[in-house]
């Protein structure tokens, strides 16, 4: 039994990583994942990626941190603390809106910052995951799930017809930069 977990088929040229991959779907061989150095248009499409739920969750943020805020200033300026200016009624909503749109946009940014780490698994001081390191500077890699796939040489074979420089068998899932 082999001890292979990944088959990263390493390509110079993101035109022939694009023909590996239909090469690769048109044999029902499943891709675990695609590593580039640069956006590759159209590449989310191909590998049938879904579309991201940030957005939900930037709009959650924003809105408890906007109703957070909105309820802190009534409390403050209109219960504990009612002042009288000007023969202003305490409740002026119009006075409540700078205050309550920062706060509303400091929320969403701060959520999403830590959402963005939480999904990422990038939190600071951790060191990155990847599967080549030279996919972060001018590689592209398709990286293949190893186990109970068809067999280790087809997709070489495949990969290799594709016009993949170098095929590698990963033992283990990630290369650590140490």
Known sequence: MSSTKYILGVFDDPDEMMHGIDKLQKNSV????????????GIEAKLNVKDSRLGYAAFMFGCLGGSIMFTMVYYMLVHDWPMNIGGKNAFAIPDFVPVTFEWTILWTSFGMTFTFFFATHLFPGRTPRVMDLRATDDKFVIAIDAKGNIPHDDITNLLKEAGATEVKHNTRKYVSYE
């Open 30 to 41: 499943p891709i675990y994942d695609v590593y580039t150095p640069m956006p590759i248009h």
